[in-house]
Each structure stands twice: as C-alpha cells, then as structure tokens.
C-alpha cells in the first residue's frame, strides 16, 4: 500500500497559478499510475488529469486541457499538477490518488484545498 499526501493548495486569483504536490511513501511510487481528482461542494469527485507509471502516457479532462500540466519525479516520489490560467469554477478540493492499476486509483490522499477568487 502507499501513502499519499498533497500540499500547494491555497487561494489564488483568477489568472493566478499553483502547482499540487503529491508526496508518495509505502511502496514503490515508480510501479503506480498516478491521477489527480478534484471535488468541489455539491458536485461529483472529477478526474482532472492522470499519468502513467512511467510518466509516458498522460490524460486531462476537457475543462483542464491547454491549462494543467500533470507530471512526475519517480526518483523523488513525487507527482505535481501545475495548475496554469486558474478559473474561479476551478475551486475545490484536489486529491492524488495512485494504483499499480491503470484508472483503479484504490490509494487516496487527504486532499488540498485550491480556491480561485474572481
């Protein structure tokens, strides 16, 4: 199993930039596809973007393509979401999840709070 914890949340203007980390421990990052979700109140959880094991295969939801950037850095166990041009409808919390499974994402973190002010 790994444990996953995310920071760079935080309050931002519309326009404005962050960039999520998402640090893995437990067992070996390399071996685990990695994804980013996001939830924000009364709406269902999204798939916002995800990556492959290998960092060579990458996915991005519609309303976040051109804008986000997903990434990883295996040899630190690491995996980033740049979050570029934020939206006010970009507020919500954001999750890392990761499996050795592809679109499994059994593996949760606690979350980050991302909110983008008009």
């Known amino acids: 199993q790994v444990q996953l914890v995310e920071s760079g949340g935080g309050l931002v203007q519309a326009g404005g930039s962050l960039r999520l980390s998402c640090v893995a421990s437990?067992?070996?990052?390399?071996?685990?596809?990695m994804g980013w979700f996001r939830q924000a109140p009364g709406k269902e959880r999204e798939l916002v973007a995800r990556i492959s094991w290998s960092g060579g295969s990458t996915y991005y939801a519609d309303s976040v393509k051109g804008r986000f950037t997903i990434s990883r850095d295996n040899a630190k166990n690491t995996g980033y979401l740049q979050m570029n041009n934020l939206k006010p409808e970009d507020t919500a919390i954001y999750y890392c999840?990761?499996?050795?499974?592809?679109?499994?994402?059994?593996?949760r973190g606690q979350g980050t709070q991302v909110t983008v002010s008009s």
């Open positions: 999840a990761a499996d050795p499974v592809a679109n499994s994402f059994r593996y």
């Open positions: 437990g067992r070996t990052f390399s071996s685990y596809h």
